[in-house]
């Protein structure tokens, strides 16, 4: 079981992973969190993804692909994992598919969620002001949006002509989205 989850940001991937991650028996893998820890232990990739997180940018692929490496290799990921966070444009899917290939792995599923830009920026704008996190700066938000739509949607289309698409709409409360993330797997 090699699940992805793709969205923009606030749209619930972390939470919806996490409670798949329980049902599923598979660990969560978020390049996000490896990336938040790299950067409070102030290893090398850290203080190099540090400035460029804090900005709403994208860390460059060289280093995400080491980081996601090294993890894949772990024996907790042996028979499958939920990936969040990863692939956020073309060419890490391709590198992705060749990390994959090399160890006859492939992704089984895409989990898409569907979350209206309006909607993101209102969740953003709230937790912004009750918890300041840095990267819910509206302008921040703006600028990973864009990211978003200029550079992953190609992935999701990428996977869509693969046929391995599950677009689940994110838009409600968090149960009522695992119900339809869950509906919509095959049994
Ligand atoms: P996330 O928790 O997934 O929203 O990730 C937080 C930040 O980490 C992002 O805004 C990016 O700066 C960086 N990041 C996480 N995953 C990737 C990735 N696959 N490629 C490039 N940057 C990433």
Redesign the pocket.
Known sequence: MRFLILGP?GSGK?TQAEMLKDELGVPHI????M?RAAVAAGTPAGVE?AP??AA????P?EV?LRTLEERLGEPDAKDGWIL?????NVA?AHALDRLLGASDRAVDRVIVLEVPDEVILERCRVRFAAEHRP?DDPEIVRE?LALFHNRTQPVIELYTGRGIVEAVDGVGEVDEVFGRILAGLPR
Do not use: W
């Open positions: 940001n972390g978020s390049t996000g969190e990336l993804a460029i997180m709403g940018g994208l860390v692929d995400m969040d966070g990863y692939p956020r890490q990267d990973r």
